[in-house]
T-cell receptor, first 111, second 114 residues
Framework: TQLLEQSPQFLSIQEGENLTVYCNSSSVFSSLQWYRQEPGEGPVLLVTVVTGGEVKKLKRLTFQFGDARKDSSLHITAAQTGDTGLYLCAGERSNDYKLSFGAGTTVTVRA | DSGVTQTPKHLITATGQRVTLRCSPRSGDLSVYWYQQSLDQGLQFLIQYYNGEERAKGNILERFSAQQFPDLHSELNLSSLELGDSALYFC?????????????FGEGSRLTVL
């Protein structure tokens, strides 16, 4: 079983719609990161959240870290075709130097 | 371009063989991480090195080994290859070790075992 569970696994929406991707765990994380991966490339960091309840905005992307630091969400407003990709959450637990990744959510934005 | 270089990009080999994947981290980064990405398992952490020393170990098989050299480049050795070892192998680097650091990923080495 994955330490971080992402849902949904696949998401296909029309350009201009909104979407939310979830990342959940039973473990507490000292930090949580979101990456986006495009075909043929490695993941690229979008954001790092470290404080429970923290909300970060990156243009049309809004990231939230749960109060208990066990879960996170990524919300995209008015999705564009350029948002298509695999979205991965990754978390690091205290005293654990491993960054563990969720299985990812494949987002497809149709024109 | 993340600044992390991985070679080879593609590799096709047979079961039972041994291969070596190479990674050059970003200039100035001391940590190197190896991950395996497959369709059914997602991105799985294998091992991390910091300034030449092993720092953390994940689900790395005994048939696999890695090391980081004095010039900070790293190699991942995969031996007695099985069909199930076919995957994308990513190397990533970061300045420090853990604690909110951003990982910069290479483009990966795609291994196909026939």
């Amino acid at each position: 079983t994955q330490l971080l569970e992402q849902s949904p696994q696949f998401l296909s929406i029309q350009e201009g719609e909104n979407l939310t991707v979830y990342c959940n765990s039973s473990s507490v994380f000292s930090s949580l990161q979101w990456y986006r991966q495009e075909p043929g490339e490695g993941p690229v960091l979008l954001v790092t959240v470290v404080t429970g309840g923290e909300v970060k905005k990156l243009k049309r992307l809004t990231f939230q870290f749960g109060d208990a630091r066990k879960d996170s969400s990524l919300h995209i407003t008015a999705a564009q075709t350029g948002d298509t990709g695999l979205y991965l959450c990754a978390g690091e637990r205290s005293n654990d130097y491993k960054l563990s990744f969720g299985a990812g959510t494949t987002v497809t934005v149709r024109a | 371009d993340s600044g992390v270089t991985q070679t080879p990009k593609h590799l096709i080999t047979a079961t039972g063989q041994r291969v070596t994947l190479r990674c050059s981290p970003r200039s100035g980064d001391l940590s190197v991480y190896w991950y395996q990405q497959s369709l059914d398992q997602g991105l799985q952490f294998l091992i991390q090195y910091y300034n030449g020393e092993e720092r953390a170990k994940g689900n790395i098989l005994e048939r696999f080994s890695a090391q980081q050299f004095p010039d900070l480049h790293s190699e991942l050795n995969l031996s007695s290859l099985e069909l199930g070892d076919s995957a994308l192998y990513f190397c990533a680097s970061s300045v420090g070790t853990g604690a909110f650091g951003e990982l910069f990923f290479g483009e990966g080495s795609r291994l196909t075992v026939l």
